[in-house]
């Protein structure tokens, strides 16, 4: 069993800033690329940031300069530093990773998982 926690949501002023942590737990063999999603009310899920095991990112335009994707291997946690959030930064955020997992006597397998979800919103 795999699963994905978030922590790290709330309520913000705009300009604030919140940090978001998910930390994946179970029967891991590995974890490949992760990332954060998030989805506003009456909008389709979005990609707001990934990171890849190696460290690489890629973010979409709106967050550019504002957020961090970063993730720490050993404990298996990523995180979305978030700063001058922004009114249309609010929605519910998602974690994603692939990852695969030990089965047993037999070879381990790959699936991808979500996330609980989080609330962000930015409102004064």
């Known amino acids: 069993q795999v699963q994905l926690v978030e922590s790290g949501g709330g309520s913000v002023q705009p300009g604030g800033s919140l940090r978001l942590s998910c930390a994946a737990s179970?029967?891991?063999?590995?974890?490949?690329?992760m990332g954060w999603y998030r989805e506003a009310p009456g909008k389709q899920r979005e990609l707001v940031a990934s990171?890849?095991?190696?460290?690489?990112?890629n973010y979409v335009d709106s967050v550019k300069g504002r957020f961090t994707i970063s993730r720490d291997n050993a404990k298996n946690t990523v995180y979305l530093q978030m700063k001058s959030l922004k009114p249309e930064d609010t929605a519910i955020y998602y974690c994603?990773?692939?990852?695969?997992?030990?089965?047993?006597?037999?070879?381990?397998?790959?699936?991808?998982?979500w996330g609980q979800g989080t609330q962000v919103t930015v409102s004064s």
């Open positions: 994603n990773a692939y990852i695969t997992y030990y089965r047993g006597s037999y070879l381990p397998s790959g699936n991808n998982y």
């Open positions: 179970g029967s891991i063999f590995s974890i490949n690329d």
């Open positions: 990171i890849t095991k190696g460290g690489s990112t």
